[in-house]
């Protein structure tokens, strides 16, 4: 998993909703080079370089979030308003946590009765006010344990899985669209009228099935890629907002 993985996975301005940490990272740093050694490849030192040099890395370090992932989600949440006090909320893929985190600053769930339930096959940092089963969301009782937990039905799914990639374009783009699928179909058992599904995607074109289906079933869908998601990554977000029922 990079930033996150298969449900087992961080702008500027001030956060909407939740607390005073920034929405992104602020100034700039040396550039820092990595060189390779006997034990590490040219591949794993250009990782580790990216890594030390993402201003988001160093940014979530400093406001305590589990990982750079948090920004992206902030990033949407200030275009978009997706979460609001109170609301019960269902995380797929939520290791290493950083949405986890980010949700329940916004919603929370101890003073508002709202509920934040997040599945990972990873573990990951407990995070407060957040309720975490680590299994695997393919597996067949996954669905009917979150549906327990969560208690209701619930305002927003939302889901950062990605499988593993193999290099290959085609394959890794139909495999995340068919975790997307299956994050899709949950979220219409469970969610509330007036909803929201949120869910990562690789540009591809395989998604079209998909979000020609969530025209139907949603109000408005739309397509983001948040700051904080790199510029050579073909990850990207659909948003659909106002769940039919």
């Not at 327990?148 to 193999?166: E, F, L, Q």
């Amino acid at each position: 998993m990079t930033d996150k993985k298969t449900g087992g996975k961080a702008g500027g301005g001030a956060r909407a909703g939740g607390g005073g940490k920034s929405g992104g990272p602020r100034g700039l740093q040396k550039k820092v080079q990595v060189k390779t050694r006997a034990k590490r490849s040219i591949s794993s030192a250009r990782w580790l370089e990216r890594q030390l040099n993402d201003p988001y890395v160093a940014a979530a370090k400093s406001d305590g979030y589990h990982s750079r992932a948090a920004y992206k989600l902030l990033q949407m949440q200030e275009d978009l308003d997706i979460f609001k006090p109170g609301m019960r909320v269902v995380d797929l893929g939520a290791a290493p946590g950083g949405w986890t985190q980010v949700v329940c600053e916004i919603v929370k769930p101890g003073k508002n009765g709202g509920k934040v339930v997040a599945i990972d096959y990873l573990e990951m940092k407990p995070v407060a006010e957040a309720d975490f089963f680590l299994m695997d969301f393919t597996d067949d009782e996954a669905p009917d344990v979150l549906k327990n937990a969560i208690g209701g039905k619930a305002h927003v799914v939302m889901s950062d899985m990605a499988p593993p990639t193999i290099g290959h374009k085609q394959t890794d783009h139909l495999r995340i669209m068919a975790l997307a699928d299956m994050a899709y179909a949950f979220a219409l058992e469970v969610l509330l009228p007036g909803g929201t599904f949120l869910a990562k995607v690789f540009q591809g074109g395989a998604e079209k099935d998909l979000l020609n289906q969530m025209k139907k079933d949603f109000t408005k869908v739309k397509h983001i890629k948040p700051p904080a998601s790199r510029v050579d990554s073909s990850e990207m977000y659909v948003v659909a907002m106002g769940f039919r029922g």
